[in-house]
């Protein structure tokens, strides 16, 4: 009888998540302890990039955000609303995939490459499958070709006053035809 009267009134305070609404996403009833575990971890293997690489700054700084605000909140709620990032079983699958991909950036070393490396560049005229766009822009206008002429040969100015005597609306002019 102590129990139904002390704990239940307890217990209902206490939110629990019953389901995160994601098909084969459980609940993980302790998951701030879990998250504050991931971040420490991956903040410790993270110190195996370079220090000025690109990519061990970005895992450090958003690691070390997400970390204190695990540490500073002990709510789940809390948490997901203040990170802003999805649920918290969300977030900790990332931070697991992000320890993965740790040690397959320090296995593959992509920052290490030698300054004498040259990439080659395949090109061929295999035919473009019909489901892929082709992306080609189509002709410039003939004012663009005149405007690069000008520049490349420092008479702009002169183009652009002939076009405005002309009272032609070129795009050398830089303003819009009047209707």
Same mark, same amino acid.
């Given at each position: 009888?102590?129990?139904?009267r ?11 998540k ?19 575990? *991931?971040?420490?971890?991956?903040? %410790? +293997?993270?110190?195996?990039?370079? $220090? ?6 970005? /895992? #450090? ?5 997400? *970390?204190?605000?695990?540490?500073? %909140? +002990?709510?789940?709620?809390?948490? $997901? ?6 649920? /918290? #079983? ?27 490396? #040259? ?12 489901h ?33 005597n ?14």
């Open positions: 009888m102590f129990l139904r002390v704990a239940r009134p307890l217990m209902m305070m206490a939110k629990v019953e389901t995160t609404g994601i098909v084969g996403l459980e609940v993980v009833p302790n998951a701030r302890e879990v998250l504050i575990g *991931l971040y420490t971890k991956t903040l %410790e +293997e993270i110190k195996a990039v370079p $220090e000025g690489e690109g990519y061990r700054k970005a /895992v #450090e700084s958003f690691t070390r955000q997400r *970390l204190n605000v695990c540490k500073e %909140e +002990e709510d789940w709620e809390a948490i $997901e609303k203040k990170l802003g990032c999805g649920q /918290v #079983e969300e977030l900790i699958e990332e931070a697991q995939d992000e320890l993965k991909l740790i040690g397959h950036m320090i296995e593959w070393n992509p920052w290490d490459i030698p300054d004498d490396y #040259e990439c080659e560049v395949i090109e061929n005229d295999a035919p473009v499958p019909k892929v766009p082709l992306h080609r822009p189509g002709p410039l206008p003939e004012e663009f070709y005149k405007t690069l002429e000008a520049v490349n040969t420092g008479t702009l100015k002169d183009a652009i006053s002939v076009s405005k002309e009272e032609d609306p070129a795009i050398a002019s830089g303003k819009a035809p009047a209707n």
